[in-house]
T-cell receptor, first 115, second 114 residues
């Protein structure tokens, strides 16, 4: 399943399919980006990060892509599993309104895995 | 190795009361960040502290909110004279070094003002 457009509040995919969650950021000066997963009633959990001098980084089943030209960040999850159901937030670090030292979070995308 | 510990997990206060939220960072971490999350929204940065110092409080409301991170003990986020609009989840994160690299979040305190 692939999200259409940006900032979809909910993305529903079939178990086993790949998921792509998109995020746009506003500050071209941001130099560090993180994806977090937040399950209901819990704190954000670090998934993967990327610095602005890279355009791709891979982890276990996850890949983050950074397109600085259009200020776009995406998270790809391969072979989604029921445990991937959560809200996913992108966050940027930089002088972007999140404070000089704080992260600025996006609104989040709720990923739902269909059996 | 315990993670970031926040307490209480849930806090109910009447309007006008004070709320105190506590955060114990991970062992070896001396940098603490507080964030607020409203329902269906992302986290909003509030304040960044090191031991005995407030480094950046640009996200803190000007009135009623204060934070500290003493030499000994947990970091405290204090909200005086709470109002209904203060109802939210408050998250603390800690890191070993400057910046948000490898910052780990606690489970949050859910404040409800009635």
């Amino acid at each position: 399943g692939e999200s259409v457009g940006l900032h979809l509040p909910t993305l529903s995919v079939q178990e086993g399919d790949n998921s792509i969650i998109n995020c746009a950021y506003s500050n071209s000066a941001s130099d560090y980006f993180i994806w977090y997963k937040q399950e209901s009633g819990k704190g954000p959990q670090f998934i993967i990060d990327i610095r602005s001098n890279m355009d791709k980084r891979q982890g276990q089943r996850v890949t983050v892509l950074l397109n600085k030209t259009v200020k776009h960040l995406s998270l790809q999850i391969a072979a989604t599993q029921p445990g991937d159901s959560a809200v996913y937030f992108c966050a940027e670090e930089g002088y972007s309104g999140g404070g000089a030292d704080g992260l600025t979070f996006g609104k989040g995308t709720h990923l739902i895995i269909q059996p | 190795n315990a993670g970031v510990m926040q307490n209480p997990r849930h806090l109910v206060r009447r309007r006008g009361q004070e709320a105190r939220l506590r955060c114990s960072p991970m062992k070896g971490h001396s940098h603490v960040y507080w964030y607020r999350q409203l329902p269906e929204e992302g986290l909003k940065f509030m304040v960044y502290l090191q031991k005995e110092n407030i480094i950046d409080e640009s996200g803190m409301p000007k009135e009623r909110f204060s934070a500290e991170f003493p030499k000994e003990g947990p970091s405290i986020l204090r909200i005086q004279q709470v109002v209904r609009g203060d109802s939210a989840a408050y998250f603390c994160a800690s890191s070993r070094s400057l910046g948000n690299t490898e910052a780990f979040f606690g489970q949050g305190t859910r404040l409800t003002v009635v």
